[in-house]
């Protein structure tokens, strides 16, 4: 197809009735450069009278993308969708932002938005008896940043700094908006945690692009046999 362009995005699951319904946030414009961040496992601590190994870590990496989306209803508008061209006509780029906002704010938990310990007397009022139940803590949304078909990962909005630099003259609504984002990989272990439909999605992701990494670091050893004659001394 001419002038197809594979565009990236956040896809997050929210619970509704009767069916999920994601909210699929597809960037408008993909960004021209990203900050792909790795930071090590911590070393474990030593343990007092025994020996440790000092190369031994905690777990896995962190790994961390950064990256600035813009935002501009004017190409919206332009682009002929009748839809979303009123509704970027009427609000902006505030539909857009509203959806990326979400992202940081927390998720009921399943069944209820209680949230912390609920202590309930089972004794006819009795203070002798006072059992306390856990009500699942709510989370923040776990989001899959789709970058293509090589990159798929489950992770968790850790920043969001939104630069609005037009407005339209009626209402002021913002016209052109550049997001700074920041998104934390969620690991294998953190996965294990996460409620409502897009866990399982998230745990294929997350395996899927660990797959993908492992093979391509295999590939590269074709490269590695041939660059290595030479170097070493022996």
């Known amino acids: 197809m001419a002038g197809f362009t594979l565009k990236g995005g956040l896809i997050e699951f929210t619970e509704s009735f009767p069916i999920p319904i994601p909210n ?15 930071t090590p496992a911590t070393t474990n601590p030593a343990t007092p009278g025994q020996a440790s190994n ?4 905690s777990g896995q990496p962190t790994e961390s993308f950064s990256f ?10 332009a682009d002929g969708n009748p839809v979303i061209a009123g509704l970027a006509e009427a609000s902006g780029v505030y539909t857009r932002l509203a959806a990326l906002e979400m992202l940081l704010f927390p998720t009921a938990p399943p069944g209820g938005g209680l949230i ?3 202590t309930t007397a089972l004794t006819g009022g009795s203070s002798s008896s006072t059992p306390s139940a856990q009500v699942p803590a709510a989370q923040l949304p776990t989001v899959l940043f789709v970058w293509g078909p090589g990159r798929i990962v489950p992770v968790r909005v850790t920043a969001l700094s939104i630069t609005e630099k037009l407005y339209d003259a009626i209402l ?3 016209t052109h908006v ?3 984002i920041t998104l934390k990989v969620l690991t294998a272990d953190e996965l294990k945690y996460v409620d ?8 294929i992701a ?3 692009s660990q797959g993908l990494r492992e093979a391509l670091a295999i590939a590269n050893l074709a490269n590695a046999v041939s660059s290595i004659i030479g170097m070493l001394p022996v």
């Open 116 to 118: 912390g310990s609920l």
């Open 24 to 38: 699929v946030i597809i960037f408008q414009y993909n960004p021209e450069t990203m900050t792909h961040a790795w």
């Open 54 to 57: 000092p190369l031994a870590i």
């Open 68 to 77: 600035t989306l813009a935002m501009d209803s004017n190409d919206t508008i």
């Open 172 to 174: 002021l609504n913002p």
């Open 196 to 203: 409502g439909p897009l866990g399982s999605l998230a745990t």
């Open 178 to 180: 550049e997001a700074q």
């Open 206 to 208: 997350n395996t899927y």
